[in-house]
C-alpha cells in the first residue's frame, strides 16, 4: 500500500510525468484513430457521410480526447476522469443503440462502410469499451495521487513539451476538420443531419440539409422506444386502458363484410378450474385449456385429469401462454405470447428432479421433450408484435400478431418449421371483403385452428370468425358470431361445427338456420 507519510521524491515525480504522457497518447489515439480515419479516410476519401448517430458517437469521442489533453495540461483532477467516465457511459449506449438497429440482420447486412467486415456502429462500441479499460488500467498503474499534484510544482498548468504539442495539434486539426465537415454536409442548426445520409460530396448540388429529425423529438422520453408494446388482452388480465383498445363485438361493425352466421347451439361449464381461461384446443380427442403459465388436460367431463405449470423465466423465457399445438405423436407446443415455446408431452411416471427447472407444478405428469423443450421463434414483420394464438398442419406452426398500443393496422400471419422452430415465412392477408378505409389489422384473434389449406381464426374484437387461404393469402370467409359473446378465446372446429371459450364455459357454434 502507499504509504502517504513519507514525502514525494523524484522517482514519483518521474512517474507522474509517465503518467501524463500514457493520458496524452491515449487522448491522441483516441482522437487520431477513430475519429480521424472516419472523417479522413471514411469521409473525404470514400465518401462516407455520418447519420445522426454516428455524429454524435463522433462528439463523444472528441470530448474524451479533449478532457484527457486537459488533464495533460492542468494536471490530474477527479472532475476530468469524470468527464471522460461518462462520455464513455453516454458513448457506449449511442453505440449500443445504433448497434442494435442492425445486429441481427443477415451476414454482409449493415449500415454504412465496414472495417474487417464489421460496419463502424460496432468499432465505436469497441472504443468506448476501450476507453473504460484503458483509462481503467492507466488510473489503477498511476503513481501516488499527490505526487501528481506535486509534479506541477504549485503552477497553474503544466508546461508543453515537444510531443504534447504535436498532440495538441493534431487533435485540434482533426476536431476542426471534423466540424467542417459536419456543417458542409450537415448544415448549421436547426439541420443535424439525417438517419440515412447522403455520400459525402463537395459538390454542393449533391448535399442535403435537413431538420427532419426533429420531428417527434419532444413527444415524451422513452427508453424502450418502439419496444414500448403493452402485453395483449387475456382472460385474466384485461388490459383495453393500456392497449388504447375498446373491444366491440358487433360483427357489422367490423372491418369485413360478413357473409354469414354462426348460432350458438349449446354451452359446458368447464368445472374445477377457478382460474380464468385463455385458450382453448383440441388435441388428440382431448380438450386442452390454458390460464397464464398453468395449463390442464381436460376429461370427457370437462374436468381438469392433469394439470400443471411452467416456469416462464427458465432459459428461454415462455411468456403467457396463447396456444397449445400438437407436436409429433405425443406431444404438445405450449406457445407463449412473445413467440418462445416450450415442447412438452405428458407422462405418468415423470422425473421431479428433471422437471423441476421447467415446471412449477405437475412434474410428476409432465416432461419436456427434447432436452430442456425450450425455444424462440424470430421474426421480421411481427418483430414488434405479441401474439395470441396458434396452430399447425403438422409440419409448420402458425402465429397470428394482435394490434397494441403502437400499432392498430397491422396484420401477420407467421410460420415456422416444426422441425427446428425456425421462420419459414410470413404474410400480411388481404382480402375482398375488406370494407373501404378499414384495415385487417383491427381484429384480436385469441384462437385459431388448421384446417385443408386454411387457417381459420376467431377475433374477440368484433366477434368474427375468419377463413384465411394460405395459398392466397386472403382472407375468403367471414362469419358473424352472436353478440352477447364477450370474451372469446380458443378455437376448436371439428367439420361445420367451431367450439370457443367464452369465460369457463365452451361455446359451440353452427351455421344459423
Known sequence: MTDYAKPVNETDIKKAKTFYDIVCWGGLLIVLLPVGIANIILGYLMGDSPCTLCWGQRQQMAYIGVVALFMVRYGFKPKYLATMLVMAAIGLYSSFRHLGNHAFRD?????GLDIFGLHTQFWAEVVFWCVVMLFGLATF???RFDALIAEMRGKPFRPLTGFYKIAFGIVAFIIGSNSFQALWSTGLPPNWGQGDPYRFSW???YIKWSDESWEGMWAGINFLGRRDVKDPDFAYAPNEKKLGITFEHDAEKGPLNVNGKLAVTATRDIQGIDAKLNTLQKIRGEYVVTS????????????????????????????????????CDDAYVLMGMNKSFLKIRKNPNADDVTGWPNFTTGRDQVEAVDGFGRGRIGTERAKMFYVHSSATDGKYVYMATVPDNKDKKTFVISKALQSDFVLSGEFKP??????????LG?????????????????????????????????????????????????????????????????VTLEAAK
Open 107 to 111: 451476414v454482409g447486412q449493415g449500415f
Open 141 to 143: 498503474l498511476a503513481p
Open 203 to 205: 459538390n454542393t448540388k
Open 292 to 327: 397464464k403459465y398453468d395449463f390442464w388436460f381436460l376429461g370427457e367431463d370437462l374436468k381438469p385429469v392433469v394439470h400443471a405449470a411452467m416456469d416462464p423465466w427458465f432459459s428461454a423465457n415462455v411468456l403467457d401462454i396463447v396456444g397449445v399445438t400438437e407436436f
Open 430 to 439: 388481404t382480402s375482398d371483403l375488406l370494407k373501404d378505409g378499414r384495415s
Open 442 to 506: 383491427e381484429l384480436y384473434v385469441t384462437g385459431m385452428v388448421y384446417e385443408d389449406g386454411r387457417l381459420w381464426a376467431v377475433s374477440k374484437n368484433f366477434n368474427v370468425l375468419i377463413a384465411i387461404d394460405l395459398a392466397t393469402e386472403q382472407v375468403v370467409d367471414v362469419k358473424a358470431l352472436p353478440a352477447d359473446l364477450t370474451d372469446i378465446r380458443g378455437l376448436v372446429k371439428s367439420g361445420d361445427t367451431f367450439e370457443i371459450l367464452d369465460g369457463n364455459r365452451i
